[in-house]
């Protein structure tokens, strides 16, 4: 057996814990519920014996084979919802998990496991995962968006996660596609998560009838208006709902076209629940994208010459690991080392008042 | 004397070319005219008479001053407006320079001053040098706008040029501020580069003069209602230049936020002529900032809690090197020595069909 690592991916509602193998096959693992109520000390309870589990768990699975010995344990990598200290492991803050602001969580549960650990934010691991084992095998460069409840972000930099000076990049859930659009959150408007999350589209749907739209949404029943339903009901050819996911796309292809035109990546990979109604949102994103991108443009054919024949084309696609991309990338994490897994801008002296 | 490189900074309409000692002094220097209209082989025969020229003046001066002798040249450094392939050093496209696509620009040079050279596109050696010996001293990432005639930049990560995938990365002038705005070259509407470069600014006063705006601007003949007239205007209160100014700010705002939110960097750098109009621009552009970034707001006290106390602000700052950042980052390029100076995403396996 090869070495391996274990990853653990601690959702506001899902802890997953599995143990990866270095050559990315999935050895054991285990699903619970986070129960937040309980308070930050039991879910470090619950994460730390699910962890203890899995390893007799691999430990018993090994007797049973009887064929090789376990490889070595290579470390624990965990990912979270929220800011965090990359050199001290420290969750600075977490909107999903209330009360566990300035928690070490990597201290935490390294004192209690013996064994290093290495934290990391979800949306990151997730891009890490995708990288590794998904869409983006292969390539050493992504930027991953996450369109679930909200919408997230994680970039890749030449097979290194991008954290960026405070540890906050990837925040592309916030990029502004409709300047005087819905408020967000986060104080401005238009941001793109008010038009590509989950609680986007049901909104959405809920303003169309609202406002008197003709749609067979009107039979859905309240409380089943969700994401799913939307999509489903614009796959049937719905003109609402329709015209709902190619609002998805139309924004999504705003706020990609920015970072196409910023960093000229090879690679963008849409994931999170909403990325299941693709079919539904992806053609208005490629029109949006081609006339928004002049580099995306330029190198997938409207101005192919540009290019000196080196046709290089910038690729958007769906994420391929579901809902264990962060669950692998946490994974990855320790196999990689933390020095190599992040990096992050550095001043050599101290910023300087403006 | 220290070793000194020897930076050209080839414009649509200048060439410069110095030599800059590696403590970032200059100790020689010329500005040409360049007739881009004679044909590249005029115009690359003038450049390499320039630097031998350059040359010459600093060992003559070398001999005058009687001190120590001449340090080592480390090579030439090309700044040039357009798409290069930084492996071949082949310039593959530039707008500016009619009839330079797929010349190999480097190769030529090189082979007529028998010293290696590196090409470099203009915006990518502009930030540079703002990080050497500019806005950007002591950082090692940051992020420029050159608000010129159009709206160009380029991205410094940990020290390197980021050149994207296909070298096009950066193109910053070409992110969406109004999706519904006005028409842009790059066959989009609404691009940065139609709200904040020289040409718009230009064209905003003449949109308002046609609107029959009442403004002092109409008694400015009209050849000479550029950018900078407009800026003179707006000091002195008028509201309609005032106005235009506020918009250049909102937009260039709305950009900078979406990289702000993207990247996460510690410096975002505003240069190029337009940048001289600062004071009538930068209040709305820092208003805009504040509430299009959760990440800017966050690192600069509207949520500052949210860091756990680490007051690291991102910082938005005028350049400081004016003209002159392209010839010294340039001249730094061969200082980096080739590998060391840019990085390029990469696949280590051809990217799949879609």
Redesign the interface.
């Known amino acids: 057996m090869s070495d391996y690592a274990i990853g653990v991916d601690l959702g506001g509602t899902n802890l997953r814990v599995a143990a990866v193998g270095a050559d990315g096959n999935i050895l054991a693992r285990t699903v619970l519920e986070t129960e937040v109520s309980r308070g930050r000390d039991e879910v470090i309870n619950e994460l730390c014996d699910a962890v203890t589990q899995i390893s007799r768990q691999l430990a018993q699975a090994a007797q049973k084979s009887s064929v090789e010995a376990n490889g070595a344990l290579l470390g624990i990598g965990v990912g979270v919802p929220g800011?965090i200290?990359s050199e001290t492991g420290?969750l600075?803050?977490s909107p999903n998990l209330p009360g566990w602001?300035?928690y070490d969580v990597q201290g935490e549960i390294e004192r209690r496991l013996q064994t290093s650990v290495i934290l990391e934010n979800d949306a990151n691991v997730a891009a890490l995962g995708e990288l590794w084992l998904g869409a983006g095998?292969?390539?050493?460069?992504l930027c991953l968006y996450t369109l679930g409840t909200g919408v997230g972000?994680g970039?890749i930099?030449?097979g290194r996660i991008?954290?960026?000076?405070?540890?906050?990049?990837?925040?592309?859930g916030?990029?502004?596609?409709?300047?005087q659009g819905h408020a967000c959150g986060?104080?401005?408007w238009g941001c793109l998560e008010q038009y590509a999350s989950a609680k986007a589209v049901a909104r959405m749907a809920g303003e169309a009838l609202a406002g008197g739209a003709d749609t067979e949404l009107r039979e859905v029943t309240n409380g089943a208006l969700d994401s799913l339903a939307v999509y489903k009901s614009a796959m049937r050819g719905d003109p609402v709902a329709k015209k709902i996911f190619e609002r998805v796309g139309r924004s999504l292809g705003?706020?990609l076209?920015?970072?196409i035109?910023?960093?000229?990546?090879?690679l963008y990979v849409v994931g999170g629940g909403v990325s299941a109604g693709w079919d539904a949102f992806a053609p208005a994103m490629f029109d949006e994208v081609r006339?928004?991108?002049?580099?995306y443009?330029?190198?997938t054919g409207?101005d192919g010459q540009?290019?000196?024949g080196?046709q290089?084309?910038?690729?958007i696609?769906r994420a391929r690991l579901g809902g264990d991309g962060g669950l692998f990338g946490a994974a990855r994490l320790p196999m990689m080392g933390k020095a190599l897994a992040g990096?992050s801008?550095?001043?050599?002296?101290p910023?300087r008042p403006?």
Chains 1, 2 share one sequence.
């Not at 035109?261 to 090879?266: E, I, T, Y």
Request: charged share 20%; aromatic share 4%.
């Open positions: 800011l200290d420290m600075l803050e602001n300035d095998r292969g390539m050493d460069s972000g970039l930099l030449q991008w954290r960026g000076w405070n540890g906050m990049a990837g925040e592309l916030h990029v502004n596609v409709e300047p986060c104080g401005s705003k706020a076209a920015a970072m035109n910023g960093l000229n990546l090879p006339k928004r991108s002049f580099v443009a330029g190198t409207r540009a290019l000196g080196r290089r084309s910038t690729r696609v990096v801008p550095a001043v050599s002296s910023a403006l």
